[in-house]
Structure formats: C-alpha cells, structure tokens
RNA sequence: GGAGAGGUGGCUGAGUGGCUGAAAGCAGCGGUUUGCUAAACCGCCGUACUGGUUAUCUCCGGUACCGGGGGUUCGAAUCCCCCCCUCUCCGCCA
C-alpha cells in the first residue's frame, strides 16, 4: 500500500511512476478524501471533546443530588450527531482504505521504463548451454519414457496441470529440496520454517494478493481460507501486526507446495511440468532497515543463483522493467533456466524487494534508531520453484540412450546414485 | 463437534459504570553512586489518528484503542449481543 502523505507530498511524481507501470490512478480523488477525511475525523474529536467534558461535569452534579435530566437530553443529542459523523468518518475511511489497496506499488527509481517483457534487461548470464551430439527431447518425453512423470493418471486424479512424479522422479524432486534447504540454511544464514498452506483473507491482503488476484487463487469458501499461492503468503505474515523486536535482518527459507488456478493459460508455455496448478518451491524471504534493502536484494539473487551453479545449470538474470513488474514489486530479478529440449529459458526465480509496500498493508514494524516504530522493507525469491528445475535437469542431462545424469552436487543427496535409467 | 475457563501495555498481572491510558512487578532507556562488573537509589518508558507549534527527528493539546464488531448509558476495560482466538475436559482422528 502506498502512504497516502506520500501521494499527497508529490502527487505529479506518484502519478508518472504509477504510469510507467501502467496504471492510471485517481490521484485527485483519492486526496480529495483524505481532506475530507481529516476535516470530518478534527469535527467529531471536537464534539467527544465536549461529550466527555460534560459528562465527567454532569456525574459530579447528579452526585450531589442535582437534578440533571434536561443535560442528559442535550447530551443525548450530542451522542447521535456523534455517531452519525463517526460513521461518515469510517465510510471515508473504507472507501480512501479500498482505493489504496488496488492501487500498486511505485517502480523503484533503477527499474528501466518499458511496457511490457520487451523491455527487460539482461544483467547477467552464467554456464554455457551444452552441445549436443544428438537432438535433446523436451522433459515429457524423457520424463514419460523413464516412468517418472505421468501427466494422462494425473489428468485422471486432479484434471490436467497437475504432475505426478514417479520413482526417482519424487525421489530427485525430494533431493533438490533438501539439497536446497540445506544450502540456503547452512551457508546463506537463513532460517527454516514449516509454514501454514492455507491463509486467510487478511495475510492474503497483507502481501498483495487481495484484492486483485482473487481469481488467481483457489479457494475455500466454507472456511474463509485460500490455499497459498506461493510461501511468500504465509512466511511475510509471520510478523503481521507486529513491531519486530529482535534484530534485523531476519532471513527465513521454506519449502512449501503452491497452488494456482492459471485459469486460461494453455500452449506450448504450460507444456508438461512448465506451467501447472499445484507445485513444490523453496522461498527466500528477508525482512529488513529500509536503507539495506537493495544490498538485500542482490545477496537473495545471488543466493539463488548459487543454487544453479552448484547444479551446472546455464541461466541468465534478467531485471524487470516497469511495465512488466509485479503488482506489489518495487524492482526485481527474474533468473531463466536454459531448457534445450523446450528450446527456450524458464524463469525459476523471481526475486522482488517490496520496499515497505507489504509491511504497511500487514502492518510489520521494526524500532528505527530513534526508538520510534517503522514499517521494515520485506524482500523475497524462490530460491528456487522445482518444476521447471526438475525440467532443466532432465533435459540439460539427459543422453542418447534416454537416461539422465544427476549433477554431482546433487548426489550426497540421492544416496550417491549418479544417473536415472529406464526400469 | 460438545462442555467449561479465559483473552488488559514488550512480559507477568491488578482493575465490575465516572477519580484508569490503565496499579504493581519485570525487562528496556537516562542519571547518581562505583577501580570494573553487580547491587542500590532517582527519573523516563504503548500505538495510531488529529489541531496548533516547529528545522523532517521539537513542544503543547485533543480523540481513539484493554481480542474484533455492534449495542445500552450523559458517561463503558468494566453491563448486553454476535464473532475470533487460547487453554482444560469429552468426542473424533493422521
């Protein structure tokens, strides 16, 4: 959420860096209610001033026996004219709170300007993409022949978009996330949590999933909770509501399954396991000072890279640009996985610093170094999301003979076991 | 799911209609004492909104907040209603 003092601060650069990332905001509105809201909230202070220096009065005289009844109808009065501007001033409030939250967050001042995907940046690239002395197959095929992915069963069970791995399919899959965790826990400081997988509609408000992407969200009415979307959800709100007390910067990892509807994506981008309903992803998330937060955000990109680069996995990191950023990002890094069987790149990672956009929707605070409460920078990055990992590694390893190689990082984690071959 | 108990400031914990933004203790901050540490003593010590003042971190007021929402009353932490959460017991269950 945007701080309605910022927007009233500089309303012409709030408008132009909500432009750039396509969006057309009601400025003018939005600080005609704030004024209206502040007039209205200075005129009902006033009157309670008034109600409770009368009625401390009143209680004193009936005390010593006075006979009062005639204040008490006045002050009668008083009480509804009260009530009727407390509810102006909520109904101001509610609709000032609704327009605030639609609105996203502004692009920070390094994100290059442009409209849509096109505009990207490539930063950086790492790893050479192999040569291959014959034509790589695309995941599913190798996948499917080695039995360890079998979409028609899964299609059977669930509909289509959601994977079943099989064998050393889940056993690779399991790999990684331990191998993951373990990395990110013992060598980059961070701290393991087991998060919830279903939030409710205020954690999902608090990072920015509500209101706008409800559709994007699967649901459950009956309890009023959303299956999450990302660990991001639960994770972020960990510290809802609160004035962080310990030191920052928290880190904290998780692995988490993710459930989205992707409701009308189809073709050859959700091919197989590159686009699907539910999935396995290891999160990164930071909770930081504000001044630190861009330093933050290159160490969580470089520790997903890490995880990359221990497996050979060619990538390149790509800064986002204005149009194409999230909706509660302020600047971020997509990281693509070189896939030769899909012959193309698959982002894993998107890795965003939200400034103090989801600390002040959620309410997170830190004590500044004057003592006085702040809203804390919240960072976060897959680190990294295991489907289209899994694709990457079958492809990128895969041999003629249809068996795929298990990068020798990987093996302390698969027993020592260094290729899947066909049963 | 059923029955009961309870939700007060960073923590513990008083408070059943006005004298309570809230006792007391702990923690924290500043100071005195001290060779250092500790102890002792003194003071400070919630958040948000809002008016004025001021150099953005100042100062002086006001309003609201004792799980959330609504109600009764001149006046509610305190009385009533609904909801949420925690604990105990029972049921169910991985």
Redesign the pocket.
């Known amino acids: 959420m945007l701080d309605i003092r910022r927007i009233a601060e500089d309303s012409h650069g709030v408008e132009e860096a909500l432009r750039n990332k396509g969006v057309d905001a009601p400025v003018a509105e939005l600080l005609a209610l704030h004024e209206k809201?502040?007039q209205t909230?200075?005129e009902?202070?006033?009157k309670?001033?008034e109600?409770?220096?009368?009625?401390?009065e009143?209680?004193a005289r009936?005390?010593a026996g006075e006979d009062i009844s005639e204040?008490?109808y006045a002050?009668?009065e008083?009480?509804e004219h009260i009530?009727g501007l407390d509810q102006e001033v909520?109904d101001l409030e509610e609709r000032l709170y609704d327009q605030l939250l639609a609105l996203p967050n502004l692009p920070h001042a390094s994100v290059p300007v442009g409209a849509d995907a096109s505009g990207n940046r490539e930063v950086r690239a790492w790893g050479t993409p192999r040569a291959f002395p014959f034509a790589p197959k695309p995941h599913w095929e190798v996948g499917q022949r080695l039995g360890i992915l079998d979409f028609e069963r899964a299609a059977r069970l669930s509909g289509s978009g959601f994977p079943l791995l099989l064998g050393d399919g889940a056993r690779l899959q399991r790999a990684l996330i331990q191998f993951m965790l373990d990395l990110h826990t013992r060598e980059h400081g961070y701290l393991e949590v087991a998060p919830p997988y279903l939030a409710n509609p205020a954690a999902m408000t608090g990072t920015g999933q509500l209101p706008k992407l409800q559709e994007d969200m699967y649901q459950l009415p009956a309890d009023s909770l959303y299956l999450i979307p990302t660990a991001e959800v639960p994770v972020t709100n960990i510290y809802r509501e609160e004035?962080i007390?310990k030191p920052l910067p928290i880190r904290h990892v998780a692995h988490t399954p993710c459930f989205r509807r992707e409701a009308g994506a189809a073709g050859k981008e959700t091919r197989g396991l590159i686009r699907v309903h539910q999935f396995e992803k290891v999160e990164l998330v930071k909770f930081v000072e504000p001044d630190r937060s861009y330093e933050e955000l290159e160490s969580l990109v470089s520790d997903a890279e890490t995880v990359l680069q221990r497996l050979g996995l060619p990538y390149r990191v790509l800064e986002l640009c204005t149009g194409d950023l999230s909706f509660a990002a302020a600047k971020c890094y997509d990281i693509e996985l070189w896939a030769p069987g899909h012959d193309g790149w698959l982002e894993v990672s998107s890795c965003s610093n939200f400034e103090d956009f989801q600390a002040r929707r959620a309410g997170i605070?830190y004590r500044a170094a004057?003592?006085?409460?702040a809203f804390v920078h919240t960072l976060n990055g897959s680190g990294v999301a295991l489907p289209r990992l899994l694709v990457a590694i079958i492809e990128n390893y895969q041999e003629a003979d249809g068996s795929v190689v298990i990068p020798e990082a990987l093996r302390p984690w698969m027993q020592g076991q260094e290729r899947i071959a066909p049963a």
């Open positions: 809201r502040r909230v200075t009902v202070e006033a309670k001033n109600r409770n220096v009368v009625s401390k009143l209680g009936k005390r204040q008490q002050m009668r008083l009480a009530r909520r004035i007390e605070r004057n003592g006085k409460p």
